[in-house]
């Protein structure tokens, strides 16, 4: 079975700190993505992954970075919390690139900016 | 109107009975998306689909893509069946993005 394993399920920081979501997949999957969920919204794609050190902007980069140094870890990176940051995020892999593959994601962590 | 709508948006069943959700969409697209989330947060893929019926167990998907259009069905349901249920399309006209659904809430009474 696909594992995907975020570093926190809740985490809580304050205005201007510089946050760090990791995200770990054991199966050697292409793809990983970061997304963020609001009532109301739905799902969103911040960024997404397709190789190492490779990355793409989703729906709403703006006030995120990432990093992907290893293919199995994709890391999301708030350099400024602020309160509308305030979200549950997701993070998945997929085995291909593009898509139409199935995604497997995480458990979630849902981040209070304070 | 949104690319991906879905009906009904709240929906509550009694055990046992047979559901359908349904997914509309007007973009063209090449495969379809159901998800499921349970509260606490965790997302599990049910299907990826691009034509006909695809089955696991009591659930069951089919898309017709000339009528763009999905259903996802669960047979007997059960309360542990209780969750939102997502559909998703990547649209090959909007890059690489997945447009979602807004979710239909599932509440199976015991």
């Known amino acids: 079975d696909v594992k995907v394993t975020q570093s926190s399920r809740y985490l809580v920081k304050r205005t201007g700190e510089k946050v760090f979501l990791e995200c770990v997949q054991d199966?050697?999957?292409?793809?990983m993505f970061w997304y963020r969920q609001d009532p109301g919204l739905g799902l969103r794609l911040i960024y997404f992954?397709?190789?190492?050190?490779?990355?793409e902007k989703g729906d709403i980069p703006e006030g995120y970075s990432v990093s992907r140094e290893k293919k199995e870890r994709f890391s999301l990176i708030l350099e400024s919390a602020s309160t509308n940051q305030t979200s549950m995020y997701l993070c998945?892999?997929?085995?291909?690139?593009?898509?139409?593959?199935?995604?497997?994601f995480g458990p979630g962590t849902r981040l209070t900016v304070l | 109107k949104n690319e991906v709508e879905q009906s009904p948006q709240n929906l509550t069943a009694q055990e046992g009975e047979f559901i359908t959700i349904n997914c509309s969409y007007s973009v063209g697209i090449s495969a379809l998306h159901w998800l499921q989330q349970h509260p606490g947060g965790g997302i599990v893929s049910l299907f990826m689909l691009s034509s006909g019926k695809k089955k696991h167990g009591r659930l069951i998907a089919t898309i017709n893509i000339q009528e763009k259009h999905s259903s996802l069905h669960i047979t007997a349901s059960h309360p542990r069946d209780s969750a939102v249920y997502i559909c998703?399309?990547?649209?090959?006209?909007?890059?690489?993005?997945?447009?979602f659904g807004a979710g239909t809430i599932l509440r199976v009474k015991s």
């Open positions: 998703a399309v990547p649209p090959p006209e909007y890059g690489n993005k997945l447009v």
């Open positions: 199966m050697d999957h292409e793809n």
């Open positions: 992954s397709y190789d190492v050190k490779m990355k």
């Open positions: 998945a892999s997929s085995r291909q690139q593009g898509f139409t593959d199935t995604q497997y």
